[in-house]
Every structure is written in structure tokens, then in C-alpha cells.
């Protein structure tokens, strides 16, 4: 499934969300702040959606720094690619054929559906329902 990418500032205007009224973060936590912040229950909810959040960023929208809390959807919708780095699925795949190939390996993309089959014959195996 193709994921359609925006900003930040394009999520909060799709979703009514007032970044005034994000939780304070401090300037730079600590890695098992954050960690915690994603693993522990309660789990924050997504700024934009409510889900359960997986994605953590803090910015400051201008009166200090702000958790902005995002469920995988739009944590990934709004991840920023590193400079240089493929951003379409045939740019990521041509990239890792390449490392693949310097390896001597091979490549073979499986469907969604296909990595299903496979991870239910896995858990299976493990006696797993």
C-alpha cells in the first residue's frame, strides 16, 4: 500500500490539530524517556488520529519544545528521507539489489500477502496460533 507524504504542518492542518496544545517536552530527553513514552501503558495517543502512537518527535512550534506523538501511519507519512536516500519503492529496491549483488545475494520481493503466509507457517511452526 502506497503511503501519501506530507509535512507536518500538512497532518495538523488535515487533522484540526493545534500544536499549542501538544504536552511540553523537555529539550532533550533522555533515549529511555522516549522509549518508555512509546512502550509503556498508557500509550499516547496520535495527535492527528487518536491511535495508539509508535513515532515520537519533539519540536518546537515557537514557545519550546512539544512531544508530538504519532501512531505508525502518520509517523511514517511524515518521516523526513535523509538526503541522498531513495524515496520511491523502485529508488529503495534498485538500492538494495545493488548492496545485495556486492554481497553475492540475491533478492526476491515477496507481496504483503506472500510475507503473511510466510509469518503464519512461522508461528505455526513455533506452536503459536
Known sequence: MARERMTLAELFRRHGVDPDALPHAPPSPPDSEVRKRITQPPLQPCAACGE?????????FGDGPRWVDLCGEHGWATAEPAPGMPTTLEGI?????????????ELHPISPEEFQEMAHRARKRRGQP
Do not use: K, P, Q, T
Open 52 to 60: 495508539d502512537s509508535s513515532h515520537i518527535l519533539i519540536r518546537d
Open 93 to 105: 529496491l534498485a538500492d538494495a539489489r545493488e548492496v545485495a549483488a556486492e554481497l553475492g545475494l
